[in-house]
């Protein structure tokens, strides 16, 4: 089913002041951390196809990468997403900062920077203030959905304007824990490349093992995160199919589900975007879902909110 996009929503004239930050400093360090995030994992993942290709792969290690990668998406769907910026299920203390460190491991920002990019997408989604949109290029533009599609997975990351946190995210800014876990974002993400580095080791008993542990569980998990979380961005705002009217392009793209936890399931997730649960049907897989139902089920998630109505936004009060 493809529904109707709907019309613009109005927007005063000031609507874009006060959404960005301007300081070269922290510009540049940003663009700095969008290249590396982009080229060492990727450059790493070729290492790994090449000496996989000549010398095989060591099931430890594909089974460290498989568990590493399932976790840190949780914390990126879960933590990042449902809980910090949509606020969709109410969680204790220590769960609440084990899926905040999980999604820092996924090297995609820390819970505030991605908040206050999420959240800012949501009020502009495909118009202009949109800090990801791949659909902003003029339709006259050559190439149009090609260089919209690379804006979006890849372009962005180094492109846009800060998004500022001060508008976008004052509730995790008053969260001391929060706080305290984005200061130390560098460490979280040192730690989860040395994890499968030292588990590749100690399970292998050798320093190949260990390199090997570093390039599938370290650099091709961060590599493949990235894009599947950029997917969402690209793909699921040009493809894909649509099962409400929303005031944006968003789809959802059935064959990404389990990749991604569940988030391509993203014209639901606009049309309701305070809902825990993006799928729409039975046959959705929607794992990050799932694992707030199991979290709930072991008494640490509780308060889920689901679809009951369409809501414009994002659902809930940033202030």
């Known amino acids: 089913m493809n529904m109707e996009v709907l019309p613009r929503r109005a927007r005063s004239p000031d609507a874009l002041k006060g959404i960005t930050i301007t300081s070269?400093?922290?510009?540049?360090?940003?663009?700095?951390?969008?290249?590396?995030?982009?080229?060492?994992?990727?450059?790493?993942?070729?290492?790994?196809?090449?000496?996989?290709?000549?010398?095989g792969v060591a099931w430890q290690n594909l089974s460290a990468f498989a568990v590493l990668y399932l976790l840190t998406m949780l914390g990126g769907s879960v933590g990042y997403h449902r809980l910090f910026a949509h606020r969709s299920f109410k969680t204790g203390r220590y769960t609440k900062c084990?899926?905040?460190?999980?999604?820092?491991?996924?090297?995609?920002?820390?819970?505030?920077?991605?908040?206050?990019?999420?959240?800012?997408?949501?009020?502009?989604?495909?118009e202009e203030g949109d800090p990801h949109s791949p659909n902003l290029l003029s339709p006259t533009e050559p190439w149009r959905r090609l260089k919209g599609f690379w804006f979006a997975q890849v372009a962005w990351t180094y492109q846009h304007q800060l998004t500022q946190?001060?508008?976008?995210?004052?509730?995790?800014?008053?969260?001391?824990?929060?706080c305290w876990i984005s200061a130390k974002y560098y460490y979280w993400v040192g730690l989860s490349l040395l994890i499968p580095c030292v588990l590749g080791g100690l399970l292998t008993r050798s320093l190949y093992g260990a390199l090997e542990g570093l390039?599938?569980?370290?650099?091709?998990?961060?590599?493949?995160?990235?894009?599947?979380?950029?997917?969402i961005n690209s793909l699921t705002h040009l493809l894909g199919s649509r099962r409400h009217a929303t005031h944006d392009r968003s789809t959802n793209i059935w064959l990404l589900g389990p990749l991604t936890v569940g988030e391509s399931?993203?014209?639901?997730?606009?049309?309701?975007?305070?809902?825990?649960?993006?799928?729409?049907?039975?046959?959705?897989?929607?794992?990050?879902?799932?694992?707030?139902?199991?979290?709930?089920?072991?008494?640490?998630?509780?308060?889920?909110?689901?679809?009951?109505?369409?809501?414009?936004?994002?659902?809930?009060?940033?202030?």
Not at 43 to 52: D, Q, T, Y
Not at 114 to 125: A, G, I, T
Not at 301 to 318: C, F, K, M, N, V
């Open 24 to 55: 070269p400093y922290l510009r540049r360090f940003q663009r700095l951390h969008a290249l590396t995030l982009l080229w060492v994992p990727a450059i790493g993942s070729l290492l790994a196809f090449f000496l996989a290709f000549h010398h």
């Open 98 to 126: 084990l899926l905040a460190i999980l999604g820092s491991m996924t090297a995609q920002g820390t819970p505030i920077y991605w908040v206050s990019n999420h959240r800012r997408h949501h009020e502009f989604s495909d």
């Open 165 to 178: 946190p001060a508008r976008y995210a004052k509730d995790l800014l008053r969260d001391k824990d929060i």
């Open 215 to 231: 390039l599938w569980g370290g650099m091709f998990r961060v590599c493949l995160s990235y894009h599947a979380t950029s997917a």
């Open 265 to 319: 399931f993203h014209n639901n997730h606009h049309a309701f975007p305070a809902s825990a649960r993006f799928a729409g049907s039975l046959w959705d897989m929607d794992i990050g879902y799932w694992f707030i139902r199991l979290l709930a089920a072991l008494g640490l998630a509780t308060d889920i909110r689901l679809p009951q109505h369409r809501t414009e936004r994002s659902g809930e009060q940033h202030g």
